[in-house]
Structure formats: C-alpha cells, structure tokens
Nanobody, 123 residues
Framework: QVQLLESGGGLVQAGGSLRVSCTAS????????MAWFRQAPGKEREFLAA????????YYADSVEGRFTISKDNAEKTVHLQMNNLKPEDTAVYYC????????????????WGQGTQVTVSS
C-alpha cells in the first residue's frame, strides 16, 4: 500500500512564498509520477503540477506556471512544490498524489492520495 505524507503548509501573507513537501512510503517502490493538487472549499480538486520520477519531466497547469515549481529528491522519495507570489485565491488544502501506471505526464489521473496540508494566504 502506497502512503503519502504532506508537510509544509501554513499561513503566509499575499506575495509571500511557501514550500510544501510530500514523502512516499511503500514496500516496493515503483511509482512513475508524482503530482500536486489542491481543493478550496466548495471547489473541485484542481491539478497543479506533476513530475516524472525517473525521467525528470514536468507538467504544470496554466494557472500556476511561472509561480510554482515542482521538484524531487530521489534519495528521500520526496517531491516539493515551491510556491511564490502567493495570492489569497491560492488558499486551499494541497494534496500529493502518485500512481503506479505508466501514463503520459499530461494525463492527470492518479491512484493514491495523501491527506493534504492546509495553505492559507492572507491579504
């Protein structure tokens, strides 16, 4: 069973920066991609960014490209999302996701999800 644990959420003022992180744990590690999503109250879960575990390719949603950067630490099986120039509308629960299927990086279907970490941006 894949387990994902997010960390790094918190409160930040508009224009500030924050980095959320996600660590994956499993008996045999063979996932292909990891991704970040977010969900604000009353809204659908929204894809933000993805990174290939072995190929180092990335894919960003139009809404965050230029402000958010996804990266990975292979040794620690950890992915990070660096968020800059944060806006109040970025306030949401941020979720980490992964999959064991080999899909195109632009395919945003994922199998496994973390519990989320709250990010609040004040104006």
């Amino acid at each position: 069973q894949v387990q994902l644990l997010e960390s790094g959420g918190g409160l930040v003022q508009a224009g500030g920066s924050l980095r959320v992180s996600c660590t994956a744990s499993e008996r045999t590690f063979r996932n292909y991609d990891m991704a970040w999503f977010r969900q604000a109250p009353g809204k659908e879960r929204e894809f933000l960014a993805a990174i290939s575990w072995s190929e180092d390719s990335t894919y960003y949603a139009d809404s965050v490209e230029g402000r958010f950067t996804i990266s990975k630490d292979n040794a620690e099986k950890t992915v990070h999302l660096q968020m800059n120039n944060l806006k109040p509308e970025d306030t949401a629960v941020y979720y980490c996701a992964t999959r064991t299927l080999k899909l195109a990086i632009r395919d945003v279907r994922y199998e496994y999800w973390g519990q989320g970490t709250q990010v609040t941006v004040s104006s």
